[in-house]
Structure formats: structure tokens, C-alpha cells
């Protein structure tokens, strides 16, 4: 079992079959600070979390309550990217169908398509989606250690 935080899946996924799918697999979803799934780039996807936490002391009791499960496996906490940083939900949505029309156009496919949607989002940002996945990789760090150190200290 692992709890893994998150800015939400990658804009460049369907959004509400991969919130199904985790659901399906009996991973809950919960926001940390939030009620809506983050988008990556962007801090709303217009999709409610089930669950929502307000500090790393709630996030760490709702890992004890999963972990004590029988059976139970993985559990995401999703919080958006860093205040500042977010990118516009509908320029984002833009950059991807334009990428995609790309890929598709030139052929490509499979596991080919990500590193080009990517790079296709990082031209068409100037470089902000970089900049975004940066800071979120440090918020998410910096997250889920203040939930590890909740963990090791018992109410």
C-alpha cells in the first residue's frame, strides 16, 4: 500500500475515466485543500473529489483509516499546482486538441504521442508548462513529507 500525492493526472488524459477507473480499483481520491480534481497545469478540472483533507495531521488519519483495511491497496491525495504558477484550464485544453492534431498528422502513436504532446505543450507555453511541472514537483515533495511526518507522530 502507498499514498502518493499529486497535482492529478496529466491534462492530456480523459479526466473522468481516469477518476472512474481509480474508483473502480478502490483508490480513494482526496483532495488536500481542495474539492475539485486538479488538472496538472491547471487548478481546476471541474471534477469533485469524493473526499477532501485540510493539513497533513487529516491526510495522515485518512491513510491510517485506509491502510487499516483489510486488503486495501493505494491511496491519491491531489492538491493544485503552487498559487502563481497555475495555467489556464482552456489555453491548456487548447495547446493539447492543437498537439494531438499534431501527433496525429505526423503519425505518431503510442508510446511515441506523450513525449510529443509534451513537447508540443512546452513550445506552445513559452516554456511555462516546465515551469509549472517544476513547482509542483517541489509542492508535491514538500506535501507528502509534512503527511510522512504526520504519520510517524501518533495523536
Known amino acids: 500500500p502507498v499514498a502518493v500525492v499529486s497535482s492529478g493526472a496529466k491534462s492530456i488524459l480523459d ?6 477507473m481509480l ?19 491547471s487548478t481546476s478540472s471541474g471534477l469533485r473529489v469524493p473526499h477532501r483533507v485540510d493539513g497533513p495531521r487529516e491526510a495522515a488519519d485518512a491513510v491510517r483509516a485506509h491502510l487499516a483495511v483489510p486488503g486495501s491497496g493505494g491511496l491519491l491525495i491531489v492538491q493544485p ?9 482552456s489555453e491548456v485544453g487548447e495547446w493539447i486538441e492543437e498537439a494531438l492534431r499534431a501527433a496525429t498528422d505526423n503519425g505518431i502513436r503510442g508510446g511515441a504521442v506523450t513525449p510529443q504532446l509534451l513537447g ?6 513559452g516554456g511555462r ?25 501518533r495523536p
Do not use: K
Open 15 to 20: 479526466l473522468p475515466a481516469t477518476l472512474e
Open 23 to 41: 474508483e473502480t480499483r478502490r483508490v480513494p481520491v482526496i483532495g488536500y485543500g481542495v474539492d475539485e480534481l486538479p488538472a496538472f497545469y
Open 81 to 89: 499546482p503552487p498559487a502563481g504558477l497555475a495555467l489556464d484550464a
Open 120 to 125: 508540443f505543450l512546452a513550445h506552445a507555453s
Open 129 to 153: 508548462t516546465l515551469g509549472v511541472n517544476i513547482g509542483l514537483i517541489v509542492n508535491n515533495a514538500r506535501t507528502a513529507g509534512m503527511v510522512a511526518s504526520a504519520l510517524t507522530h
